[in-house]
């Protein structure tokens, strides 16, 4: 859990900036991501696997809380991969920038995101890559409320 209260959705900031979701098991790959996030003007949330993604959104969208504005997913995760995880919270994602991220991307893996409306990143992603991300982003939604 992100902030180690026992819930996911109190790690969730009440704000007026977009909110991102980086799903990554690796500590380093999440650090990095959400501090270019954050420089791009979004809080983040980040979880380490597929089934935190999955609550974390399911809690967000029963407590009416607004869509995180973008998800960034891992794809290979421990309990529940990140297409997968995607998959399953589908439903709660109109409206968001979602974007998918592996070392190795194939064909494959393109044939099941896409079709979930995510966008597909080699690893390391670029700095580049994600100011392109938060400008589509911000593009589809306006900030959170408080």
């Known amino acids: 859990m992100a902030d180690g209260s026992g ?18 098991d690796e500590p380093l790959v999440a650090r990095a ?16 696997n597929g089934v935190e993604l999955v609550e974390l959104l399911r809690e967000r969208h029963t407590r009416g809380v607004d869509r995180p504005a973008l998800v960034i997913s891992d794809v290979n995760m421990p309990w529940l991969s ?3 995880a995607l998959l399953a919270a589908r439903p709660l994602l109109d409206a968001t920038t979602v974007a998918v991220m592996s070392s190795h991307v194939s064909d494959d893996l ?17 700095p580049a890559s994600l100011h392109a991300l938060a400008e589509r982003a911000r593009s589809v939604t306006a900030p959170s409320e408080p």
């Open 82 to 84: 990140g297409p997968d």
């Open 110 to 126: 393109v044939g099941r995101v896409l079709p979930l409306g995510a966008s597909v990143y080699a690893k390391p992603v670029s």
């Open 33 to 48: 991501i959400t501090a270019l996030l954050q420089v791009e003007g979004f809080d983040v949330v980040t979880v380490s």
């Open 7 to 24: 819930s996911l959705f109190n790690a969730l900031p009440v704000t007026r900036r977009r909110v991102a979701v980086v799903a990554d």
